[in-house]
């Protein structure tokens, strides 16, 4: 991928993917929220727990990634 990441997702749980994101995006979580078009207490909460989000939620997050240049390779990846 031109210019951008891949980030292999095989052994890291959805909480680590989207603190990864964040942090290579120099966003905060209130940032992220915002350019999401989600509330900042679900950027927390993702962070926090150890859950996964609602399916429309995941698919809006993988698509952030993609617009910012971040492939999020899914192969094989039992934590999603």
Not at 42 to 69: D, H, I, M
Request: include cysteine; hydrophobic fraction near 40%.
């Amino acid at each position: 991928m031109e210019n951008g990441i891949i980030l292999k997702v095989k052994t890291m749980d959805f909480q680590d993917q989207i603190k990864f994101v964040r942090m290579h995006l120099q966003l905060s979580q209130e940032e992220l929220a915002k350019q999401m078009g989600i509330s900042f207490a679900t950027v927390s909460r993702w962070e926090r727990e150890n859950r996964k989000p609602q399916l429309a939620l995941l698919g809006k997050f993988y698509s952030f990634c993609q617009r910012n240049g971040i492939e999020i390779d899914l192969s094989d990846n039992t934590n999603i």
